[in-house]
């Protein structure tokens, strides 16, 4: 079956500590796109991609990168520069028309990242 | 840039109640609206979409009409069920390439 799969489900880190979230999609979807969830505050999107080899910053970039080497692939680390990183994060895939605009997303089932 | 805003939460209703979540949104034009939900734990679902103004989109039971009129979404069920306790999410496509989301409401159904 096809889908987006992310992993590890949950992951601790020390303060100082960089750590790599796993998104792998065998949709065939062009576009991918990485978002923070907060109590409260529903998603913020943190990356997005619409090829290979090329991404974008979302609204809430700082302290984030990441990187579209293969295109069912994009992985988020998350650096020691992001001040609270302790966060809910889900990966998505883009569903596109025949015209190539958005229809809407697939979602992976998310990562839990704790700082401790 | 574009936003959304729904209802506060958190919604509790009793088994068999009648539905409302409130969805609105400020946009330039007139973008396809979607609600996505978002059992505990896991990433989100899409429950239904509209793409123009007057569309019903549906599913499971859950209907929301495009009111481009009022820029509103509200989603709507005649009678939930205890499996339906989950969040709910607003969201609209934002330019051709990604979607904006309300901050979520919490539905939780009593028996």
């Known amino acids: 079956d096809g889908g987006i799969t992310q992993s590890p489900k949950y992951l601790f880190r020390k303060e100082g500590q960089n750590v790599t979230l796993s998104c792998e999609q065998n949709l065939n979807h062009d576009a991918m796109y990485w978002y923070r969830q907060d109590p409260g505050q529903g998603l913020r999107l943190i990356y997005y991609s619409q090829i290979v080899n090329d991404f974008q910053k979302g609204d809430i970039a700082e302290g984030y990168s990441v990187s579209r080497e293969k295109k069912e692939s994009f992985p988020l680390t998350v650096t020691s520069a992001q001040k609270n990183p302790t966060a809910f994060y889900l990966c998505?895939?883009?569903?596109?028309?025949?015209?190539?605009?958005?229809?809407?997303?697939?979602f992976g089932s998310g990562t839990r990242l704790t700082v401790v | 840039g574009d936003s959304v805003t729904q209802m506060e939460g958190p919604v509790t209703l009793s088994e068999e109640a009648f539905l409302t979540i409130n969805c609105t949104y400020t946009a330039t034009g007139y973008p396809s609206l979607f609600w996505y939900v978002q059992y505990p734990g896991e990433g989100l679902q899409l429950l239904l979409k509209a793409t123009k103004a007057d569309d019903k989109g549906s599913n499971k039971g859950f209907e929301a009409t495009y009111r481009k009129e009022t820029t509103s979404f509200h989603l709507e069920k005649g009678s939930v069920q205890v499996s339906d306790s989950a969040v709910y999410f607003c969201a609209l496509r934002e330019g051709a390439q990604k979607l904006v989301f309300g901050q979520g409401t919490r539905l939780t159904i009593n028996p």
């Open positions: 998505a895939s883009g569903v596109r028309t025949r015209i190539g605009t958005l229809e809407g997303y697939t």
